[in-house]
C-alpha cells in the first residue's frame, strides 16, 4: 500500500521564504541595536557660596595736626628823605634831525682817481668736449669734408691710424696680458695733441696705448664760436690675444 502525501502539508515547501525572512528580521534587529545610544544623566550640583569680605579694612582715624601761623616780619624802619641842593648844572644836548627833503641838494663829491695800470691780456685756457664742439678738430684728410660729416670722418681716421699703428707688446704678448684701455688726450688751440691719460690693467698696455696716441699727426685745431680752443676726447683701446 502507498503512501500518499498531500502537498499542502508539507513542512519543506516554503522552508526558503521563511529563512530569508527571519534573516531580514534578525539583521534589522541587530542594525536597532547597534544605532541605540545612552546618555549619562548631568548631575546638578548645587552648593551655596558664602560670600566673605575680605578685602574689607579698617580705616584709622587720624587727627590732622595744623601748625602755628608763622611770627609776623619786623617792622622796616621808616625811610628819610634828605633834599640836597642842585650844584651842578647839567647842559642839554639838542639833537638835530638828519632827514632831508626834495628842496635840499646834496653836495657833489669828488674822488680822485690816480692813474690806472692795465696789464697785458691772459689767454684763458677754455677746454671743450668733442661732443659739443661747435667746429670738431680736422684730421689730415678730411678737407673739404661737409660740416654734418665732419665729426664721422674724424672719428674714423682716428681708428683708421690706431688700426694701422697698432702694435702688441711683446712683453704682455709672452706673459698672456690683455685688457681695454681708456685714453684721454686733448687737442690744442695749434692742433697738437697733449696731455694724453689713460687707464689700463697693466703698466705694459698703458704705455703702449699712450704711445700710440701720441703718434697722431697734428690737425686742425677745433673752434667754438669762431675762437680756437683745447678739445677734449677719449678712446678705448683693446689689446686681445687671437687664440684666447
Not at 669828488?110 to 667746429?135: K, N, R
Request: hydrophobic share 35%; glycine share 4%; with cysteine.
Amino acid at each position: 500500500m502507498e503512501l500518499k502525501k498531500n502537498p499542502k502539508v508539507d513542512l519543506n515547501r516554503n522552508s526558503g521564504l521563511y529563512f530569508s525572512f527571519g534573516l531580514c528580521f534578525m539583521l534589522f534587529v541587530t542594525w536597532m541595536l547597534l544605532e541605540m545610544k545612552s546618555y549619562d544623566k548631568d548631575e546638578l550640583y548645587v552648593q551655596n557660596i558664602a560670600a566673605v569680605d575680605e578685602y574689607s579694612e579698617e580705616i584709622p582715624i587720624t587727627t590732622t595736626l595744623t601748625p602755628p601761623p608763622p611770627p609776623p616780619p619786623p617792622e622796616a624802619p621808616a625811610e628819610t628823605i634828605e633834599v640836597v641842593a642842585d650844584e651842578v648844572e647839567i647842559e642839554e644836548t639838542i639833537l638835530s634831525s638828519t632827514e632831508t627833503n626834495q628842496d635840499e641838494a646834496i653836495p657833489e663829491s669828488v674822488i680822485e682817481v690816480e692813474d690806472v695800470e692795465v696789464g697785458e691780456a691772459v689767454e684763458e685756457d677754455i677746454y671743450v668736449p668733442f661732443a659739443v664742439i661747435e667746429e670738431v678738430p680736422i684730421f689730415p684728410g678730411c678737407e673739404g669734408t661737409p660740416k654734418e660729416l665732419m665729426r664721422k670722418c674724424f672719428v674714423d681716421k682716428v681708428q683708421e691710424h690706431i688700426r694701422r699703428n697698432f702694435r702688441y707688446p711683446p712683453d704682455a704678448l709672452q706673459d698672456n696680458i690683455q685688457g681695454k684701455v681708456f685714453v684721454q688726450f686733448t687737442i690744442d688751440q695749434k692742433g697738437n695733441i697733449t696731455d694724453i691719460k689713460s687707464r689700463a690693467p697693466h703698466i705694459l698696455l698703458q704705455e703702449s696705448a699712450e704711445d700710440l696716441v701720441a703718434s697722431l699727426p697734428k690737425m686742425t685745431p677745433g673752434k667754438q664760436r669762431g675762437q680756437a680752443v683745447k678739445v677734449n676726447y677719449s678712446l678705448p683701446v683693446i689689446f686681445k690675444l687671437v687664440n684666447q
